[in-house]
């Protein structure tokens, strides 16, 4: 810094004396620096001033330059000349000189020797510092918080934080809290607006001044739209199935982006993982709960709803639509009826059975069967409840055995059985062995009937003989032994 401050002496003196220089090349100029410090911040504004001796020569300019690389080349008339820059950073600093140009007597330019060099020592910015974003991953969803934590790496002064979108502080929609090492910022509620790049940086207080630091590595942010709904499917389709049979319920979500974990629900209420004997299996974007044996406790609405795993945070989707889920009881024991009822039919007379079922008639589908001794041999669908089974004339091969009947619902494109009814015995009479003894029976009963009138008539008659006499001789008809009757002869 002594040097420095000789500077100016020795320009004047340079400027008395004759130049002692190669021949046809003028002399180097005087060159100082203001302010003088052994150390220069970002921001100081640097004075180099460049001085040429005197000389006949007229001036043309002056040049100058830094072992950074630049230089500049000003064209002045003047024999002094100042630039000023302001320091921006390391590369600000180092060596400076400075030259100048005259027109030599042939009035061709030459540039004189180069002064004297200036070490300018700048100090540094700060170190960078160190962002963290919560969700690590860089992804949030809507609504979602961001928060982000600016460390700087070393300890030091006075610090203030900033914080930056793409070249842009941020300042609205956030909390900032601030310490001498550390900041936060914290977004409570992202939206799509905050996808970008973002950074942090701090100022250091030196020398009464905020000297910014270097950005830190910027992290990408990505802000995406909630997921909508899920779709919930069932199968059967028609979300009615029958009591014992299988129950299959399928939610789907809208995207896989993330890690996905499923819920079902029953009339709102959550069903609990095994309920019911109930199954769960998740394969892509979609899960299963399988009902393998459905009870009539299980109808009503079924909903689902998703979560995804953003940045190990489940944020949840909005439930899916509702659809009701109807398990009908097993169809109830159907009744076999005969006609005629005691089951036992004269060869050649019709035999009449009905299968009535339990239950509306009305708009449900029925298939009815009938079974002679486990083999089947009459088939009927109807909406009604009863079927008939009709023979027109019983024969003993055809008619004889154990009879049984049994129904079959439609209930969502699947046939669902009834038990068997109980079972009625029928039993074919042969026509030869019957009509002979009802005949016997009846000519017996009207030859039994025909003599009792007979002698009825007999002993009316003969009693009326006998009074008849006893009157014609005026006698008693007590003195007449009954013996001595005879049989009245017309």
């Known amino acids: 810094m002594g040097l420095l401050r000789l500077a100016p002496l020795l320009a004047s003196l340079q400027m008395l004396l004759p130049w002692a220089s190669p021949a046809g090349v003028p002399p180097p100029p005087n060159i100082t620096v203001t302010p003088e410090k052994l150390r220069y911040l970002i921001g100081d504004t ?3 001033r460049c001085v040429a001796p005197w000389s006949k020569e007229k001036i ?45 007597q042939f009035r061709w330019p030459v540039r004189s020797q180069e002064s004297k060099s ?60 601030l310490g001498n090492t550390e900041a936060q910022l914290r977004v409570p509620e992202s939206n799509q607006n905050h996808t970008g790049n973002f950074s942090c940086g701090y100022e250091e207080k030196t020398e009464g001044r905020w000297i910014p630091s270097y950005l ?5 942010v990505l802000v995406k739209e909630p997921a909508s709904a899920p779709r919930l499917a069932v199968d059967p389709p028609s979300g009615v199935v029958s009591e014992n049979y299988t129950l299959r319920v399928t939610c789907t979500a809208s995207r896989d982006d993330f890690g996905l974990r499923f819920r079902f629900y029953r009339n709102g209420v959550e069903i609990p993982p095994g309920h019911g004997g109930s199954k769960t299996g998740s394969a892509g974007n979609s899960s299963q709960l399988l009902f393998p044996r459905s009870s009539t406790r299980f109808s009503g609405k079924f909903s689902c709803g998703v979560e995804e795993d953003v940045g190990g945070t489940w944020v949840p989707s909005p439930r899916s639509e509702a659809v009701e889920v109807t398990v009908k009881a097993l169809p109830p024991q159907p009744l076999l009826l005969s006609d005629p009822p005691s089951g036992e039919v004269v060869d050649g007379d019709p035999l009449l059975l009905t299968c009535a079922a339990k239950g509306p008639a009305a708009a449900t589908q029925r298939k009815f069967s009938f079974y002679k001794d486990g083999a089947q041999q009459f088939s009927e669908t109807t909406t009604g409840d009863r079927s008939v089974l009709s023979i027109a004339a019983a024969k003993a091969a055809l008619t004889d055995g154990h009879f049984t009947c049994r129904y079959e619902e439609k209930v969502s494109e699947m046939w669902v059985p009834s038990p068997f009814s109980q079972a ?21 009963v009207a ?33 007449y032994p009954m013996a001595n009757v005879n049989s009245f002869e017309m």
């Not at 830190?216 to 990408?220: F, G, I, M, P, T």
């Not at 009625?424 to 017996?444: H, N």
């Not at 030859?447 to 001789?473: D, F, P, Q, T």
């Open 118 to 177: 200036i070490i300018i020592s700048v100090k540094d910015r700060p170190p960078r510092p160190t962002l963290a974003l919560t969700p690590s991953t860089g992804v949030a969803i809507e609504g979602q918080p961001l928060v982000f934590l600016c460390v700087a790496s070393v300890e030091g002064e006075e610090r203030r934080f900033h914080f930056y979108k793409g070249k842009v502080k941020v300042l609205q929609g956030a909390e900032l809290t």
């Open 46 to 48: 640097v004075s180099i």
């Open 447 to 479: 030859a039994l009937i025909l003599a009792l009138l007979l002698v009825v008539c007999v002993c009316r008659r003969r009693r009326g003989s006998a009074h008849w006499k006893g009157l014609h001789n005026k006698d008693d008809p007590s003195t």
């Open 424 to 444: 009625t015995m029928v039993i074919t009479q042969a026509r030869s062995r019957f009509i002979p003894l009802v005949a016997g029976v009846a000519a017996g």
């Open 216 to 220: 830190s590595q910027a992290v990408e």
């Open 60 to 104: 043309q300019g002056f040049q100058f330059s830094g072992t950074s690389g630049w230089a500049v080349d000003v064209r002045t008339a003047q024999r002094a000349y100042t630039y000023r820059f302001n320091v921006t950073g390391p590369k600000d600093g180092g060596k400076h000189a400075c030259t100048y140009t005259v027109l030599n």
